[in-house]
């Protein structure tokens, strides 16, 4: 068994909490982009960081495909909760090679934190336009599912039969209710929104196309509503909802049934 909170693992000595850390990286990253097993480096340079300072609360797990790269190819942030459970607070897995979005700046050069601080409206019209979901600065690897069962390891090696996690947007809800997660609070606002997005219900008339986020059709798709309500057509940000997954457990909770992405 390893130390039961991420504050404890922080506390062991460097070699010891990065090797529990690096087992975090799926098998992916090192065979299909050349990540050396032993020393983590592409082209004899580091690429994988850890940063999990003594006595904190979180880590952050950094892996680039390429020495350089802007973007990471995956990143991976968790921490302790008030009630001493585990935490991910934010989990992006990047296609290093498709097209980049500036979504995370605005067109002054100010971090946007992903659209939910301030808007780049420009370029979010260009990601929508190419399929891509709000928050998306590249197209992700589809393949997250892959490391569930990776980090369900993890976090039993830590003694906990769950973790939680908050999804930043619509999207990513639907998302990890296909990963078998459960909602712990907003259960009901996520039924209630799909509700509302039916033909007749309050959102699906505020569809109205006035603008490139609220398209007449956007109720139907899963990044439809989510670029809707980025827009802000819930007339409230998109928070409250926490989820949780308990370790080998689906929970087949489904709150847009047959969505299409």
Sequence with gaps: MWPGSIQEINNLSHDEKCAIYHTLIP????????VDRQDFSVQG???????????????ELTVFHEPGAVDPLLYLQMGDTFHSQLMVLLAIVNDPYSPRFNIDVDETGRPTNLGTERR????????LEAGFAPGQVRRG??????????FENFVQHMGYDLFFIEPL???????????????SRGLQTMKHIHQEFQPGGTLHSKL??????????????ITGRSWAIHDGILGHPFTGIQMYKRIHHDANIETFPGAQW
């Design 27 to 34: 098998d992916w990253v090192f065979t299909s982009y050349g």
């Design 45 to 59: 340079v580091r690429v994988v960081h850890i940063r999990a300072p003594k006595g904190s609360h979180t880590v």
């Design 120 to 127: 780049n409206i420009p370029e979010e019209i260009r990601a």
């Design 141 to 150: 690897l589809r393949i997250f599912r892959t490391a569930i069962p990776m």
């Design 169 to 183: 947007f619509y999207h990513n809800a639907i998302i990890f209710e296909r990963y078998g997660f459960v909602y």
């Design 208 to 221: 109205k196309g006035d603008t490139p986020f609220r398209s007449l059709d956007a109720w139907q798709t």
